[in-house]
C-alpha cells in the first residue's frame, strides 16, 4: 500500500513563491511517475507537471517558466516549486504517483490560495 503525505499549501499573495512537497511509501517501482495535479471551482482537474523516474519533466502550458518539478529519489519525495503565483493559480494541489504500468495513487490535497 502507497501512502503519500503532502505540506507546502498556503495563502500567498499575487507575484509569490510558494513550495509543495509530498513523501510517498512503499516500492520505488510504485513512482515512476511523480506529478502535481490541481482542481479548482472554475476548473475541473489537470495535470500541472510530471516527473519521471529518469528524469524528464512536462508541464501545463500555464505554467510553464514559473512551476518547477523535481524529486529526489533516496527520500520518494517529489517537490512543486511555484513562482509568480497568479490568482488562477489557486487550487487544491494533489499529489499523484504510478507505476509504468498503472495503479496510480493520491494525496490528499493541499490548499493553496493565490490572493490579495
Known amino acids: 500500500q502507497v501512502q503519500l503525505v503532502e505540506s507546502g499549501g498556503g495563502v500567498v499573495r499575487p507575484g509569490g513563491s510558494l513550495e509543495l512537497s509530498c513523501t510517498a511509501s512503499g516500492p520505488a517501482s510504485s513512482r515512476y511517475y511523480m506529478s502535481w495535479y490541481r482542481h479548482s471551482l472554475s476548473k475541473e482537474r489537470e495535470l500541472v507537471a510530471r516527473a519521471t523516474d529518469v528524469g524528464t519533466t512536462e508541464y501545463v502550458e500555464s505554467v510553464k517558466g514559473r512551476f518547477t518539478i523535481s524529486r529526489d529519489n533516496t527520500k520518494g519525495t517529489v517537490y512543486l516549486h511555484m513562482n509568480s503565483l497568479r490568482p488562477e493559480d489557486t487550487a487544491v494541489y494533489y499529489c499523484?504517483?504510478?507505476?509504468?504500468?498503472?495503479?496510480?495513487?493520491w494525496g490528499k490535497g493541499t490548499l493553496v490560495i493565490v490572493s490579495t
Open positions: 499523484n504517483v504510478e507505476s509504468r504500468y498503472g495503479s496510480p495513487y
